[in-house]
C-alpha cells in the first residue's frame, strides 16, 4: 500500500511540473522540428489564418492524469499572442510524458474562438503523428487541424479528457 501511495505521489508531482516553454524561440526550435519531420508542414503552416505552437507540454497519469503548457500564438508569420493549455483525463492511464503541439486554424472563425476561449477538443478529435506527409493528410475539424511530436517518457492510456485554451494578445499579463 505504501508503494502504490508513494507512486500516486510521484506521478501526481508529474502532473504539477508540467512543462513551460523557457523562452520565445523555443517555439521557433519546435516548429522548426515539425517542419523537419514533414517539409510539407511548411506549406500548410505558410498557408493557414494562424497557428499556436506548444513546445513543451507534459501529461502525467495515474487513473486520473493532466497535463499542459505554454504556447506561442502567430498569425500572418507574426507573433500575436501566448496561450495556455490544460487538461484532465479520467480512465486506465498510467505514466508521464512530454511532446510538442501544434494547432493550425484554417479560418478567422476558429482562429476567434480559440482567442476567446470556446476551443476544446474532446475525445472526436484526433491529433496527427507529425511525419512525413501528414501535412498532406491533415484532417481540419471546424477549421483546426492538430499536430504532435512526441519528446519523451510513455503513456498506456485508454482514458478521455479534453483539452482547454486560455489566449494572451502580446502585451496583456497572463496569469
Known amino acids: 500500500m505504501k508503494k502504490?501511495?508513494?507512486f500516486s505521489m510521484l506521478i501526481g508531482a508529474l502532473i504539477c511540473a508540467v512543462g513551460y516553454a523557457r523562452e520565445h524561440d523555443s517555439g521557433?526550435?519546435?516548429l522548426q522540428g515539425f517542419y523537419n519531420a514533414d517539409p510539407g508542414m511548411?506549406?500548410?503552416v505558410g498557408r493557414a489564418?494562424?497557428?499556436a505552437i506548444f513546445p513543451d507540454v507534459g501529461e502525467g497519469a495515474f487513473i486520473v492524469g493532466g497535463g499542459g503548457g505554454k504556447g506561442f500564438v502567430y498569425q500572418g508569420g507574426k507573433l500575436v499572442g501566448t496561450s495556455k493549455m490544460g487538461y484532465v483525463t479520467f480512465g486506465a492511464q498510467v505514466g508521464g510524458q512530454g511532446y510538442q503541439e501544434?494547432?493550425?486554424f484554417a479560418n478567422e472563425h476558429a482562429f476567434r474562438n480559440?482567442?476567446?476561449g470556446k476551443l476544446k477538443f474532446h475525445a472526436g478529435v484526433a491529433a496527427v503523428i507529425a511525419e512525413a506527409g501528414a501535412a498532406q493528410k491533415a484532417a481540419f475539424h471546424e477549421g483546426v487541424a492538430v499536430f504532435i511530436r512526441n519528446q519523451k517518457g510513455a503513456m498506456l492510456k485508454a482514458a478521455i479528457g479534453g483539452q482547454g485554451f486560455s489566449y494572451h494578445p502580446i502585451g496583456e499579463k497572463d496569469d
Open 102 to 104: 501544434l494547432i493550425v
Open 42 to 44: 511548411s506549406g500548410l
Open 49 to 51: 489564418y494562424a497557428y
Open 4 to 6: 502504490l501511495l508513494l
Open 114 to 116: 480559440f482567442k476567446d
Open 28 to 30: 521557433e526550435g519546435a
